[in-house]
């Protein structure tokens, strides 16, 4: 099992930034892809971004790519989402996510993928 808790979401303005955290215990963090969602009101769940386990391979959304950038600390069982030049789409539950890195990056980005889920954190942006 591996447990994960987001945090670091909140109100932004529109152009501003938040910095969203993914902190991981039980099973080795390190051998997991993590990965981001979000889920606006009344919509489905969506894929953001996701991160290999070592760290070293990114796939992002075309919808955040160039404005969020993912990190992780295996030392401290921790991935870092970066929202940049947030705009009110951007306005979601966004929930963390750990599973085996899939083989394409369509299969990255299904939820099925994952094993294991955050309860989420609202980030809102708004002026």
């Known amino acids: 099992q591996v447990q994960l808790v987001e945090s670091g979401g909140g109100l932004a303005q529109p152009g501003g930034s938040l910095r969203l955290s993914c902190a991981a215990s039980?099973?080795?963090?390190?051998?997991?892809?993590t990965g981001w969602f979000r889920q606006p009101l009344g919509t489905e769940r969506e894929f953001v971004a996701v991160?290999?386990?070592?760290?070293?391979?990114?796939d992002y959304a075309d919808s955040v790519k160039g404005r969020f950038t993912l990190s992780r600390d295996n030392a401290k069982n921790t991935v870092h989402l970066q929202l940049n030049s947030l705009n009110s789409e951007d306005t979601a539950i966004y929930y963390c996510?750990?599973?085996?890195?899939?083989?394409?990056?369509?299969?990255?980005?299904?939820?099925?993928?994952?094993?294991?889920w955050g309860q989420g954190t609202q980030v809102t942006v708004s002026s």
């Open positions: 996510a750990a599973g085996r890195w899939a083989n394409s990056r369509a299969q990255r980005s299904w939820i099925n993928s994952y094993d294991y």
């Open positions: 991160i290999s386990p070592a760290g070293g391979l990114t």
């Open positions: 039980g099973r080795t963090f390190s051998n997991y892809a």
